[in-house]
Each structure stands twice: as C-alpha cells, then as structure tokens.
C-alpha cells in the first residue's frame, strides 16, 4: 500500500528522488569504498553502455548550467534548476545503472506491480463513483509541496478531472495527470505479462488495461498495440520460424501498400481529431520550441522552460515532448547527451533479447519510454515510472545468472 499512502500524503515526488540516491550511494560504495566485500556482495559488472547514460545525464546538469550563464539567468535560478536535475534527468542514471550493478531481482518487481494492481482494483469503485457523487475534483494539496516541485498537480490527491469541451471525466489516479497514468499503466502491462503465478498476472495485466483505458490516454492504446509484440518478434529474429511467419505478411503488404499508407494515414488523422485541441497546442508548442532553439540558442538551449503565448493557452515551451523540450532548453548538446545513451542501449537490448528473457523486458520498456518522449517529459515522470529503469539496467547488465537445466525446464516460455 506504500504507492496509495504516499499518493495520500503528496509524497511519491518526493520518495522516487530519495529511492533513487540511497541505491547511488549503495552502488558507489559497493564500488569503491567498500573493496574488502565478500566476492558474492560485490555488485554485476556493468558494461560501458550503462556509463553512457551515467555521462548523458551528467552532460545534461553541464548544458544547464551553460545555458543559465547564456542567459544570466542568476544563481538561485541554477540551484534550483540543479536541483531540478538531481530529481529528474539524474534519476534515468541512477536506477539504471542500479539495476545492472546491483542484484534486484526482477521477479520481485513484477509481484509488487501485481500486488499494487489488486489495491488499485479495491480502490476503483471510490474512483469511478466520486465525479458522479458529487465529490470534488482534487480533495486537496499537500504541504508537502514546500519541498519544490514543478507544480501543485505532483502533490494534489486528485480523484478525477472532467475533460475540457467534452465534460467527461477522465481519471489520472496516483499520476500528476492522466497521459502519465497511461504511461504508468503500461510500464505495469508489461512487467505483469512477466510474472509467473497465474493468478497475481492476470490482476496485474487487468488493473495495468483498466487505468489506461480510465485515463483515455491516445499513446497507451498505441504501446499496447504496438510495445510489446514488437519486442518480443525483435526477440525472436534468430528463429526460422519468425521469418518463415513474416514472409507471407511483408508480400501482402506490398501487394497492398497503398491501401495500407491511406488506413495509417485515416487512423492518424483520427487519433489527432480525439482530442483536437490538445494537439493542435502540442503542434504549436513544438513548432515554437523548434523556432527559438535555431534562432536563439542551437548549441546549449535557454537553460529553463518558458511560459509560452495565448495559442498555446500559455503552456510551458518545450513541455508535451521531450526532445522539444532538450532542445528549448539544453540544445542539441542536450539531445544527444539522451539520444546516444538510449539508441545504444536499444541496439544492445535487441541483440541481448534473443537470449535473455531479462533483455526483451528492457527492451519492451525502453521502446515505450521511446514512444512516450514524444508525448511527455520523461525526466518529469521519471519518479514513477522509475521500476522500467531499472528493469532496462537488468537487461543490459553483462552478466546473467547461469540458469540450472532443471530451471530451465520448468521455466515458462518466452
């Protein structure tokens, strides 16, 4: 009940930070400062993609600090935007390079998720029934929020939101909004499929596919289409029988190409017109973080998001989209410094997933933090979704536990 108490309290921005700096301090002692261990306590060899994201992250706080100096923007104004990083964009190392270092088994991620799906079940009916009961929209807004944070949403115990234009209600649940509740919900679709007792991954799958249907979010029905078959024939290249499938499947879609381009031209079309005010502001706020990176600061960016014009209903520049985002406000120093560690970490990943079970859930996850950073602000999230981190660092660890034959056999399919 830890995720519910804390949503109660206003406290999940403020427990994924800490969570993520007591494992730093743990795999930096298991590292460096702690050499008389015993062989069996050290933590796994991490591999050199794994200190990519370690000098992206890193290179990130250096392009904020430039871009403060750019702009004069003031010491307080990069303390705090330092601090910013520490529970954002530091937070995507960390977890990482925890989960490959250190010896987190991902089963005991996969039973909690579950477990955390059969609480979220118990708790629905009060969800579904509060905008029809009359009961208010954000019950209130933690102290809490004295720590700092980017807004009062990451603190507010929110029992729904009503959509603007449709009046419908639309639930967000223990996200700071509902596309968050999506992306969460899907983080657990995944690990749930993984976990091995019947009965805990079919609570886990189903309460994952009911939040991200509650939260209407248009990416999550996109991931759940699209993530984890991907991942998973990406996992299966090596086998005859894979490509033996697919040929039949690429000849019809030749044949029939151009039919094919006008139905994922209609279903874009449509997906755009579900909420056409929402992506007519994440269109502009795109085009606008995009113009005034090239004309103002290409190389290292403004250093903070900008409160942007009434098209954009004064939305934050280089909010809704993360590479937008690096852009405005890191530059292209920033892009990269998220673009290699993350593209290396994919081709790893699809290489490692042929063999490794442990690989092909990173790889699922890491494509749907991929197709989430064109919709969100992955930093800003990173304090919830932060078990697909470090489930991405066990999968591309160097070393695997040697499985028994005996392991082997009884061991589901995957």
């Not at 989960?99 to 579950?114: E, M, N, T």
């Not at 959509?163 to 749930?192: D, L, N, T």
């Not at 954009?312 to 920033?334: N, Q, R, T």
Request: positive net charge; hydrophobic residues 55%; charged residues 10%.
């Amino acid at each position: 009940m830890s995720t519910w108490v804390l949503w109660l309290i206003g406290g999940l921005y403020i427990a994924g930070p800490v969570i993520a700096w007591i494992l730093a301090g743990n795999v930096a002692w298991r590292f460096y400062l702690a050499p008389g261990l015993p062989e069996h306590q050290k933590p796994k060899k991490a591999g050199w993609v794994l200190w990519t994201w370690v000098a992206g992250m890193a290179l990130l706080l250096v392009t904020l600090w430039i871009g403060h100096s750019n702009f004069d923007l003031g010491m307080v104004a990069t303390i705090k935007s330092s601090i910013g990083w520490a529970k954002g964009w530091a937070l995507l190392a960390i977890f990482i390079l925890a989960g490959a270092a250190l010896d987190i088994r991902p089963a005991i991620i996969y039973r909690a998720i579950c477990k955390l799906g059969a609480q979220t079940l118990i708790l629905l009916p009060i969800f579904l029934i509060a905008p029809f009961a009359g009961l208010p929209e954000t019950l209130y807004v933690s102290p809490l929020q004295i720590v700092g944070g980017p807004g009062p949403e990451y603190f507010a115990t929110t029992l729904y939101t009503i959509e603007p234009g449709a009046g419908v209600p639309r639930w967000q649940f223990f996200a700071p909004w509902s596309p968050a509740a999506g992306m969460v919900a899907m983080v657990y679709v995944i690990c749930a499929i993984e976990e091995k007792q019947l009965k805990w991954k079919l609570v886990g799958i189903s309460a994952g596919l009911i939040v991200a249907l509650l939260s209407q979010s248009r990416l999550a029905l996109v991931a759940l289409a699209v993530v984890w078959p991907m991942a998973f024939a990406i996992s299966r290249v090596n086998k005859p029988a894979i490509w033996f499938a697919a040929a039949p499947v690429l000849l019809g879609a030749s044949l029939f190409s151009v039919n094919i381009v006008q139905n994922v031209a209609e279903v874009q079309s449509e997906f755009e017109s579900a909420r056409a005010d929402s992506s007519r502001v994440r269109a502009a706020l795109g085009r606008i973080a995009v113009h005034r990176w090239q004309e103002e600061a290409p190389w290292f960016g403004h250093g903070v998001v900008e409160r942007g014009p009434h098209l954009v209903e004064y939305m934050m520049i280089g909010s809704h989209h993360s590479w937008y985002g690096l852009l405005f406000v890191k530059g292209i120093i920033g892009l990269l410094a998220l673009a290699i560690p993350m593209a290396l970490s994919l081709f790893l990943l699809a290489q490692k997933a042929c063999r490794y079970p442990e690989a092909r859930v990173g790889l699922s996850l890491l494509l749907l933090l991929l197709l989430y950073s064109f919709g969100e602000n992955l930093e800003i999230l990173a304090y919830l979704y932060w078990p697909a981190l470090i489930l991405i660092g066990n999968g591309l660890r160097l070393r695997f536990p040697i499985i028994p034959e005996s392991d082997k056999q009884s061991r589901p399919a995957t």
